[in-house]
């Protein structure tokens, strides 16, 4: 099986600090994989030199069997890859539906088109759905900046599912969330994954997390992979414990 | 319903209101039509896609003498309409393309040259543009042969010509690309990282936005039925971009109230001859510091604090 | 051929003047996100109240030069920061572009009011001698222009790099929230940035009024070609602002002289046009990348 995500030697110097220095991992179709480390240990810096914030100093990023190092985040996007960013970023002018659907008009025929396409561009049966799947119903009409931060998380996670990407990438959806929404998060990305077949990259601190969510962990510290494998493996492991000590 | 009900009594008003005025106030309220058309094109790059322009009196200004040029020799006033919005809307594309590409910040001083530049020309070409001495005897509008000449006739047509953009206005901010220019307004990154092309769509709204300008241009050139470099210049630019800012920048009745403070203020200030300028100046910066929102915000603001 | 040389040497002096704005503004941008549209009005400013220590206070050119100094640090600088821009910053660079183009406005029509529309000569700090080097005549208040404006510039940079306030500077226009973490006072390096800008805007105002005169809209294109020289030349870059302004200033001289003296105004938005379409960091600007 060929993977869905393959990177390749990645590395991104800021001058002499090397925040990420040479880091090889797949990500195969179907898979939920957690990237874990002590703060500073390059996580953020890998996803954004992956999904075009940075550019790489070396490496190379094969997604489907092409080639996609240094494109910019809005050409990854039309590839089929998703993200969500470690601070909340949702349209806050607009209303939560409003946000979904423009989350994925731009992936439904040509710019002339949508034009004169119908206001909700031929997306309202798809943002209903995702409503219903993210349980924003209630607020499905209201203003997104005015939410609470738990939902405008979840609207800002649905947002990356709208329009169907083939892999997401979560940079610590947990952040700032309060533990019921946590177990929801967890049972949503679980039942996209399952019934949908999702594949994702979880960057998370909170372990129990990872542990129940995650098929395989990878383990970064000081810019390099530590330790990669099975959840409760890594967790075990001496190097990954003195990492987190700081020892 | 009732929102329906005060927009048609608002539009009823408006076609009644020339009964009761002279003609310099017919000319002001025709002003005014010229000013929300242009303000609503501003509104459209400033308010809706959040990008500075400082360039709108240029476009004002090709409208203006293309229209007359052409309305000169004999070009019907149906075609030239659409023929200078059209010029507007492709120098528009010219100039905010490599502007936008770069960094965003930047229509801001592309504008403000390219408004420079239009005033230079309008001044130096004469052959073209009569340069200081100006175009005369620009005719008034003829459609399907009939003339509005009368300075009240005239009004009405730009009276529905007003209407008629801002209800495109409307549609167009309705549509799929009106949620896409208030995406990158509210969240430039995240609207890339969902697939929407910034670049592509503030482009379009600063084009859209010339291309408002250049209708408003035609009906400004019929309206004094003489035109030179003065009204075009810079310093119209600002005012017209103050007129959205103070109106209130997003939201679609802004230019009407903020046009009416752009026309009228100086009729009012006049007792405060060359000072109005400078109290008009010192005032936007103590509205931006106590009340961003524009006077438009003023309700909600009074409510949130009730 | 003379004609040419002496056209070159007047045109890089005006641009030396730029150049010196051109710094302030890109100091400013750097350190705070500002985009300051009364640029030129910072400029006009200060020559006018040279001229009112000069001529009514009656003070020698060097003092009133000295308090306007200190002066323009305090309103033009701090004043400006506090009561413009702090307020405005956090909602994003829009309003502010606005707050600043109505204040551009209000100063100068309030100038205008108080001194009215006329235009006032203004001394130079140069004895007005012409030295005549082969036929090429050359005035000494040229060749000062471009030695002070070189020697500003050397020193701002040698500020900027050497010592441990300029590093600081620098650190917090580049990264602010890694510049917080090193301990660094941020508030404290946006203030000197924003009173290096009012320094160079009066010297620039020192050195541009004997030539272009005072007048109360003096500031409106000096202004624009201030941000076009900081553009072309490259934003990150002291001497980009410096070639930038040098560029436009005698390109502006020789399309004036052998084109078109209409479009000399012209010259410098379509040499910006140019330089963003094919080389959009500046010409000595190094490329940026995007930030989260």
């Known amino acids: 099986m060929t993977a869905l995500l393959d990177v390749r030697e990645m590395a991104r110097h800021y001058g002499a600090i090397r925040a990420v220095d040479g880091v090889s991992f797949a990500v195969q179709p179907g898979e939920i994989l957690g990237v874990i480390g002590p703060n500073g240990s390059g996580k953020t810096t890998l996803f954004n030199a992956i999904l075009g914030q940075v550019r790489p100093t070396a490496g190379q990023v094969i997604f489907e069997e092409r080639d996609i190092t240094g494109l910019s985040p809005l050409l990854l996007a039309r590839r089929g890859i998703g993200r969500t960013f470690q601070s909340l970023q949702v349209f806050g002018g607009l209303s939560v539906r409003d946000n979904l659907i423009a989350a994925g008009q731009e992936f439904r025929g040509g710019r002339a088109g949508r034009l004169f396409a119908a206001p909700d561009a031929g997306l309202g049966a798809r943002a209903e759905e995702i409503i219903a799947l993210f349980r924003l119903g209630p607020v499905a009409a209201l203003r997104a900046g005015g939410l609470s931060y738990g939902q405008q998380k979840l609207v800002d996670i649905a947002m990356a599912f709208m329009a169907g990407p083939r892999l997401v990438l979560l940079d610590e959806p947990c952040a700032g969330v309060n533990p019921a929404l946590i177990e929801e998060l967890m049972e949503l990305l679980l039942r996209l994954n399952r019934a949908h077949g999702g594949s994702f990259v979880v960057i998370e601190h909170n372990m129990d997390f990872v542990m129940r969510l995650c098929g395989r962990v990878i383990c970064m510290a000081e810019g390099r992979i530590l330790a990669e494998g099975a959840p409760a493996a890594v967790q075990a492991d001496r190097a990954v414990l003195e990492a987190y000590l700081g020892a | 319903m009732t929102r329906w009900l005060a927009l048609a009594a608002g539009v009823a008003a408006l ?43 240029g476009f004002l200004g090709i409208g203006a003498y293309s229209a007359a040029i052409l309305l000169q020799a004999g070009v019907p006033f149906l075609a030239v309409l659409p023929a200078s919005a059209l010029l507007c809307f492709v120098v528009g594309l010219l100039l905010g393309f490599p502007a936008l590409r770069v960094q965003h910040h930047y229509l801001a001083f592309a504008t403000l040259g390219f408004n420079m530049l239009v005033f230079l020309v309008a001044r130096n070409e004469q052959w073209l543009t009569g340069g200081t001495f100006g175009l005369n005897n620009i005719p008034r509008p003829m459609i399907l042969g009939w003339r509005f000449a009368n300075r009240v006739d005239f009004y009405h047509l730009l009276l529905a010509a007003m209407l008629a953009m801002a209800a495109l206005m409307a549609w167009l901010l309705r549509s799929p690309w009106g949620r896409a220019f208030a995406a990158l307004r509210d969240n430039p990154i995240r609207a890339e990282s969902v697939g929407i092309d910034t670049t592509f769509y503030t482009l379009m709204a600063f084009a859209i936005g010339a291309a408002y300008a250049g209708v408003a241009g035609v009906f400004f050139a019929c309206l004094v039925g003489f035109i030179d470099p003065a009204p075009f210049g810079v310093s119209i630019s600002l005012s017209m971009l103050l007129m959205v800012i103070a109106g209130g920048a997003g939201r679609f009745f802004g230019p009407a109230l903020g046009a009416v403070v752009v026309v009228l203020l100086p009729e009012w200030l006049r007792f405060a001859q060359d000072w109005y300028l400078a109290i008009f100046g010192f005032a936007i910066v103590a509205m931006m510091v106590w009340l961003p929102g524009g006077l438009l915000s003023l309700p909600d603001r009074v409510r949130g604090r009730a | ?291 989260v």
């Open chain 2, 15 to 57: 076609v009644a209101l020339p009964a009761g005025l002279k003609g310099y106030g017919v000319y002001l309220l025709s002003l005014w039509c010229v000013y929300v058309i242009a303000g609503m094109g501003l509104n459209l790059t400033v308010g809706y896609a959040g990008q500075i322009s400082l360039g709108q009196a």
């Open chain 3, 1 to 291: 051929m003379t004609d040419l040389l002496q056209l070159i040497v007047a045109g890089t002096a005006t641009g030396g003047c730029y150049a010196l704005a051109a710094l302030g503004f890109t100091l400013l941008w750097q350190a705070s996100g500002t985009i300051n549209f009364a640029l030129g009005e910072m400029v006009m400013l200060p020559a006018f109240a040279m001229l009112f220590l000069l001529n009514v206070a009656g003070l020698p050119l060097p003092l009133a030069f000295l308090a306007t100094c200190a002066l323009a640090m305090a309103v033009l600088g701090a004043g400006f920061k506090r009561v413009v821009v702090d307020p405005l910053i956090r909602h994003g660079v829009v309003p502010l572009v606005i707050a600043t183009l109505g204040l551009s406005i209000g100063v100068k029509q309030a100038v205008r009011g108080v001194a009215s529309a006329e235009v006032f000569t203004f001394p130079s700090v140069f004895s007005d001698t012409l030295w005549n080097i082969g036929g090429l005549r050359v005035s000494a208040a040229d060749i000062g222009t471009v030695l002070l404006a070189c020697a500003v510039v050397a020193a701002l940079q040698a500020f900027l790099s050497r010592t441990l306030t300029g590093r600081a500077m620098q650190a917090v226009a580049q990264n602010r929230d890694a510049a917080r973490v090193l301990g660094i006072n941020v508030q404290r390096m946006v203030l000197y940035a924003f009173l290096a800008n009012a320094l160079l805007a009066t010297l620039a105002a020192l050195l541009i009024t004997p030539v272009y005169l005072a007048k109360f809209d003096m500031g409106e294109t000096l202004g624009m070609k201030a941000f076009y020289a900081a553009i072309i030349g490259g934003f990150n870059n002291s001497r980009g602002a410096l070639l930038g302004g040098v560029i436009v200033g005698v390109l502006e001289n020789l399309v004036g002289a052998y084109i078109s003296s209409g479009y000399k105004e012209g010259v410098a938005l379509l040499l910006f046009l140019v330089v963003i379409i094919f080389r959009p960091q500046g010409l000595l600007g190094t490329v940026e990348e995007r930030r």
